[in-house]
């Protein structure tokens, strides 16, 4: 999937070019975290994997937290997800639910899958694109540049579409 995204980076921001250089693809999905290391359009396998760490995982500690907390099995995920996404409160029974509390755990999860990214690569210092993409992006934000410090990273609009919208244009 990631390879759709790296088509629509590539597409949206003009920079052709630079995609013949090594270029990391991190997808952040609802089941899956998936990256993509490619030189130039061509995929490098043994750089390139899933793992079962994303956004679903969140979701779910999320929900049986505040489960735990209104003495209930809480099951609403969309509820939690639009809460993460808006960064407004979660208002369940009249009582306010602050998501911010979270934090920490998010980026553990963030950071796990990233220790399975760094642990494929032969290095950072030779990549000249890394590009953020998936509905989950925004969770895993800060946990990608504080794993790549020295790299600015891209992102693109519509980054939940990034995927569908590249295998278009492919």
Known sequence: QPQGALFWY???SGKMETMQRKTLV???GAR??????TRGMRVVPKMSDPVHRAVSDILRHIADAIGAEIKEDYRDLDAVDAA???GRI???Y????????FDPFIRKVADQALISVLGRLDGAQDLENIILVGGGAFLFKKAVKAAFPKHRIHEVKDSLFA??????IA
């Open 10 to 12: 590539a597409a949206q």
């Open 94 to 101: 009249q009582r306010d639910h602050d998501l911010k509390k």
């Open 26 to 28: 991190l997808d952040v």
């Open 163 to 168: 995927n569908v919208r590249g295998f278009q």
């Open 90 to 92: 979660l208002r369940l």
């Open 84 to 86: 993460l996404r808006s």
């Open 32 to 37: 899956t975290f998936d990256w993509l290391v």
